[in-house]
């Protein structure tokens, strides 16, 4: 069993920062790609960031020099700092990794349950 836990969330006026947090935790033997994607109202989900257990990051090109994911695996945690926050960010952010649970067997994706980010006056 796996569980994917997010924090971070909440509400901000535009300009403001918030920063994301994600941990795993369970049966863990390797995690492989870690990221932040997001669904705003009446929208698809869309992928934020991502990165790797490398650290090669890819970025959504709207939040391109004003978003930064970075991750810890000792902790496996991954973070999303967000910075000049404008209402078109408002959305629910889902943590996602890609991981095995043991040796040998196939990678398989995880989610989180979510957590909303407000950005308004």
């Known amino acids: 069993q796996v569980q994917l836990v997010e924090s971070g969330g909440g509400s901000v006026q535009p300009g403001g920062s918030l920063r994301l947090s994600c941990a795993a935790s369970g049966s863990i033997f390797m995690i492989n790609a870690m990221g932040w994607y997001r669904q705003a109202p009446g929208k698809q989900r869309e992928m934020v960031a991502t990165?790797?257990?490398?650290?090669?990051?890819n970025y959504l090109d709207s939040v391109k020099g004003r978003f930064i994911i970075s991750r810890d695996n000792d902790k496996n945690t991954v973070y999303l700092q967000m910075n000049s926050l404008n209402p078109e960010d408002t959305a629910v952010y889902y943590c996602n990794t890609d991981l095995t649970t043991t040796w040998g067997t196939p990678s398989m994706d995880y989610w989180g349950k979510g957590t909303l980010v407000t950005v308004s006056s």
């Open positions: 990165i790797t257990s490398g650290g090669r990051t």
